[in-house]
Nanobody, 127 residues
């Protein structure tokens, strides 16, 4: 079974930094894209950072210049480096990944693209 596990959340003061990790495990052949979303209390889930098929990374305007998404394909792990954190960054952060999974069925390997969500990690920015 494929799992995405986020870690690295916690309580940090305004202006501080955190580094989130999202590790994918299971019958994964390759990583297509790994992205970060967040959901603040009482608000809808929003896209924070995502990779594109041409290898570029896009960010929400609210985090540009402060957050950096990186992906280690060999480790099947995505990172979100968050600097200059603000109280409005407080949210549950979710990893979302497009993965090529491989299954063995009757002696034949099948490759399929599937998307997965992690369970989220809470980031609280407060003094």
């Amino acid at each position: 079974q494929v799992q995405l596990v986020e870690s690295g959340g916690g309580l940090v003061q305004p202006g501080g930094s955190l580094r989130l990790s999202c590790a994918a495990s299971g019958n994964i052949f390759s990583v297509q894209a790994m992205n970060w979303y967040r959901q603040a209390p009482g608000k809808q889930r929003e896209l924070v950072a995502h990779t594109t098929t041409d290898g570029t990374t896009n960010y929400a305007d609210s985090v540009k210049g402060r957050f950096t998404l990186s992906v280690d394909n060999a480790k099947k792990t995505a990172y979100l480096q968050m600097n200059s954190l603000k109280p409005e960054d407080t949210a549950v952060y979710y990893c979302y990944a497009d993965l090529q999974i491989v299954t063995l069925e009757h002696g034949t390997s099948y490759y399929r693209i599937r998307d997965y969500w992690g369970n989220g990690t809470l980031v609280t920015v407060s003094s």
